[in-house]
């Protein structure tokens, strides 16, 4: 009987939905942190310094993308594995069906819309710096980390703050909300956004944002229910996901690290974009359903309410705007938009 392939030291996993340049660019980015096997196979490939090379194997799940993904990802990119959902799945569903097809003792869940390095002058990096090594060696030099993730940066270079402390009960009224637009600076915000931790240096966190998580997969293991095929809990179709799994980490008692020695662009939001009125469904939907699974129902029905109260607050707002004519074409767009998410109710199931 033919013994089955060791599983890969790593699996990148980058669920995409209809962003196409974006996607390629992020993969020609993992194309020069690595290298080919030729005799493993042309799906695996190697990262790090030659005497210490590991194994990698790269899965893309497309959410029934419309775009140029389905036909050009098997031409130009022929060495990664390349999984069609079938429909939209969402964030959780999608990166758990990449998960159950993945084999990697470290498990990388990668947005499309990230770039690890500027394939203009990757050439040369050195294996022993680039940014997948960095996370690998930060994983696995201390066995009680169960997660890490980079320093992110907008395309244009500005920082991006991806550190949490976890959320208390009133941070879902103010967080990207009025409230907190309002008063932005108030030291409830600036204690959860870890404003008053310098971000040149390493340190461990409540959670990072989901754009890029380097985990070990025996962490992920230990938060998996018995009927999931993946660490993601599916009740967050997107947004609140990551915040999650985190949370369900550090009460298995993982630690979560923030490393900035290695950095990542984050093109934030491309997917999301696209259906705005869906974003603002199930961004608050899903702080609703958090709140509902770790404050309980009371809380969660507050946060719902104040929620729907602020969208016709709104709706107000910009109907005042368009009676102002004051770019009457952008308030008609939002008023509908707010009346969607007034129609939806933001109930969690």
């Known amino acids: 009987m033919t013994k089955p392939p060791a599983p890969p030291d790593l699996s990148i996993i980058i669920l995409s939905w209809n962003v196409w340049p974006l996607l390629s660019a992020c993969l020609r980015s993992l194309e020069t942190m690595t290298r080919a096997v030729p005799a493993q196979g042309p799906q695996v490939r190697l990262f790090g310094p030659d005497d210490q090379a590991h194994t990698v194997e790269v899965i893309v799940v497309d959410?029934?993308?419309?775009?140029?993904?389905?036909?050009q990802l098997p031409v130009d990119f022929p060495w990664v594995r390349f999984m069609q959902s079938g429909a939209n799945l969402g964030f959780t569903k999608g990166n758990n069906l990449g998960y159950q097809a993945s084999r990697g003792t470290t498990v990388f869940f990668l947005n499309p819309d990230t770039t690890l390095v500027d394939p203009t002058v990757s050439a040369g990096t050195d294996p022993c710096t680039n940014g997948l090594w960095v996370l690998y060696q930060t994983l696995?030099?201390?066995?009680?980390?169960?997660?890490?993730?980079?320093?992110?940066?907008?395309?244009?270079?500005?920082?991006?703050?991806?550190?949490?402390?976890?959320?208390?009960?009133?941070?879902?009224?103010?967080?990207?909300?009025?409230?907190?637009?309002?008063?932005?600076?108030?030291?409830?915000?600036?204690?959860?956004?870890?404003?008053?931790?310098?971000?040149?240096?390493?340190?461990?966190?409540?959670?990072?944002?989901?754009?890029?998580?380097?985990?070990?997969?025996?962490?992920?293991e230990s938060i998996r229910t018995q009927n999931s095929p993946g660490p993601f809990d599916e009740h967050f179709f997107m947004y609140s996901e990551e915040l999650d799994l985190c949370r369900r980490l550090r009460l298995q008692g993982w630690r979560i690290r923030y490393e900035p020695a290695t950095t990542i662009t984050h093109y934030e939001g491309r997917s999301s974009e696209q259906v705005v009125a869906a974003r603002h469904i199930r961004f608050n939907t899903s702080k609703v359903r958090y709140y509902q699974k770790y404050f309980g129902q009371g809380w969660a029905e507050a946060l719902r309410i104040y929620l729907l109260l602020e969208y016709c607050l709104q709706i107000l707002l910009e109907g005042g705007k368009l009676l102002l004519r004051q770019r009457p074409e952008l308030r008609r767009q939002r008023i509908a938009t707010y009346r969607q998410v007034l129609a939806d109710g933001l109930r969690a199931t």
Do not use: C, I, K
């Open 63 to 71: 959410n029934a993308s419309a775009d140029a993904t389905p036909q």
């Open 140 to 220: 696995l030099n201390d066995p009680a980390l169960g997660l890490v993730g980079p320093r992110l940066q907008y395309g244009d270079g500005e920082w991006q703050n991806s550190r949490r402390h976890f959320p208390e009960r009133l941070t879902g009224f103010w967080e990207s909300t009025w409230l907190g637009r309002a008063w932005p600076n108030n030291r409830w915000a600036r204690h959860y956004q870890m404003a008053d931790w310098p971000a040149a240096f390493a340190h461990d966190v409540d959670w990072l944002t989901g754009a890029a998580m380097f985990a070990r997969r025996a962490a992920l």
